[in-house]
Structure formats: structure tokens, C-alpha cells
């Protein structure tokens, strides 16, 4: 029996999001068969409303839907937290443990994937030290992330302004964005100094 | 910080998928993002065309976009697998071990939820019985696929016809669906008399 060309042109499609594998995906596209004609409108809806409307806020590179983030338009610190995508402000913010201002970096160094510094966010991040007391790293803690984090030190201690790194509590290999509040909250309150 | 209003948008469509928590849909909301704009029409098409083409086949109930599915329109067979949702035959055909023609109840019997008889494809089964020989109950082996499964033994047995249930090697309370093809195979081989 061969799949339904519509139910697998779509499965194909749901199978592009993260971590969605080929029995997942037939699954969801199985469900969308059930959904109403609105319903399904309205999901495409918002797929398109997404596109449109998220851009990077000038100043930090999280989403916003407008020229400023959230975050950037209320918030006035002296510390900031970097991260390497936007899902990371998410994560952090969830925990309530930091109430300083984000910067992302949209990635992390990969020499293995030919991603140098010049294709990370990180000159408007040189602008923003002015008046910086610490810059908090909290990339993830793999190899990519911790390469990133020891090039920022390199880049930004120089400038008499204290680098520090997320802790270790976080096991290695894992992702920031499934850590659980407990252990982020953990991770923000153990930095250390690089 | 508030979450951007066209992602939570997103996120609470992909949320309505099955098994998808609040984590996973803004995870795949934050992946949309990351589509080019031809991918995102690419999806919505897929997802308006799987609405607009997939309908239910006349014989069994199965999803086609024709007038009869691929199975009931090539095979010939006096054994009739009767099973709740059309993905269950996807997972059966997947093992290759059955040869026969299937029948969609699209759902199963639910006193706690309202679901009688009336409410699935049961009267177009059994205006297909005249020249079959076995009626494969292949229901998900929890309560109301056990009831289900009583249920038509009791309907079709006195007609003369032998009625099985798919054996028991796929443990209680998982889903047929994601059974691997082993244990559906072991399952169909070994099934009992009802």
C-alpha cells in the first residue's frame, strides 16, 4: 500500500521541525485530517503571521515583533547574559533568577562547520559594553559552547569587564532549553569567572 | 517577559497535534521562524491539501483521495482486519504479514465517552460480510478496544463467520500504532478465536 501523496507531501513537511522523526510525523499529518477547515486556516494562518511579523530587536538580536524587545525596552542592567539563540532567553527567563538584559548570538563557533566569529552576533554585542559590569555566558555546555564562551572571555576580559560562565550543573552534552528551572536557577547562581 | 503574541499563536496550533506539549510547540513554533517563506507556503499548502483530497474510502473507511482506496480497489480476500483508525492500517501494512482487506471503524466503543455502535463504521461492515471467512479484530488491546472486540464477535460469530482478536503480545495499554513490525507480526500470527 502506498502512502497518500497529500498525508506524505505533508508528514514530509512536519518531519522538518526538530526532533520530529518519520512515524511522528505521519502521526501529525494523520491529525491534521481531523482538524476543521477553519482550524486549518488558522494554523496557516499563524505560520505566516509568524514569518511576517518576528524580526530581531536591534539591540539584544532576540525576537521581537517590533524594533525593541520586550526585555531591551523595559530593562536597564549592568550585566548581560549571552546566549546562542533565542529559545535560551525563553528558557532563562522562565526561571525568574536573572533580571539583567540578554544578548544573542544566533549560533555558537564550530570550526567544523565553518562558523567563525564574524557570522555570530557578537560586534553589536562589542557596542553594547560601555557601561557593563559582567558579561554572563550561557551558551550551551558542549564543545561548540564552550568554545564560544572561551573566545568571549579572550575578546571582552581586556576590556576590565568580568566574564563569567554559567555553572556546570548542567550535564554535558544536554540542551538548555529542556533544562528544568531548578537546575538553570542552579547553573545562573554557581557562575564562575573565566 | 511576555511571550510574542504570533509565536504563542503558533505554538498553541502545533499544541493541538497529539502527544505535543507546551516545550515541544514553542520549539517548533521558534523552528518555523527559521523556514524561507517559500517553506512555509509549501506547508500550508500541504496542510490545505491534505484537507481538501483526503477522503474516506467507500468500501472500508480507509483515507484515499480517490473513491476507493489502493487496497480495497487491487485485493480480493475473505479476510476482513478490522481495525479503529486509519493509521492502524498503515502500521499493519508496514509488517507486510496481511494480505487481506481491512475495514475502519473510525473509533472504538466508549460507554464513559458516549460512543455506541451508531457513532462508528460498523453497518457498512457488516453489508461486506457475505462471502468472508474471518473477521480480524485488530483493535488497541486496552478496555474499549476489548470491548469493541466482544462487541463484534458477538455480532458477526452468529452469522457463521470466524471471529479472532489479534494475540496479545503487544502489551496492555500502548498504542497499536507505534507497536515495532515484530511485535504486530507476532500479534497477527498468533491470534485467537473470540
Known amino acids: 500500500m502506498k502512502e497518500i501523496k497529500s498525508i506524505a507531501a505533508l ?18 499529518a494523520h491529525a491534521v485530517i481531523d482538524l476543521s477547515e477553519q482550524e486549518i486556516e488558522a494554523f496557516c494562518a499563524a505560520l505566516k503571521d509568524v514569518k511576517s511579523s518576528v524580526r530581531l530587536c536591534s539591540v539584544c538580536g532576540n525576537y521581537t515583533d517590533s524594533e525593541v524587545c520586550d526585555i531591551c525596552a523595559v530593562r536597564q542592567s549592568k550585566k548581560i547574559c549571552v546566549v546562542s539563540y533565542p529559545k535560551d532567553v525563553t528558557a532563562i527567563e522562565q526561571t525568574g533568577a536573572f533580571d539583567g538584559v540578554y544578548h544573542v548570538l544566533h549560533g555558537t563557533l564550530s570550526p567544523m562547520n565553518n562558523r567563525t566569529p564574524d557570522d555570530l552576533n557578537i560586534k553589536s554585542l562589542m557596542t553594547r559594553l560601555d557601561d557593563v559590569e559582567e558579561v554572563i555566558v550561557a551558551t550551551n555546555p558542549d564543545v561548540e559552547g564552550e568554545a564560544t564562551a572561551v573566545y568571549l572571555a579572550r575578546l571582552i576580559k581586556p576590556l576590565g ?5 554559567i555553572a556546570q550543573g548542567i550535564s554535558m552534552g544536554s540542551e538548555l532549553e529542556y533544562a528544568d528551572a531548578v537546575t538553570l536557577t542552579q547553573a545562573l547562581g554557581r557562575r564562575t569567572e573565566l
Open 11 to 28: 508528514a514530509a513537511r512536519f518531519g522538518m521541525l526538530p526532533g520530529v522523526g518519520r512515524k511522528t510525523a505521519l502521526r501529525y
Open 161 to 165: 569587564i568580568k566574564v563569567t560562565r
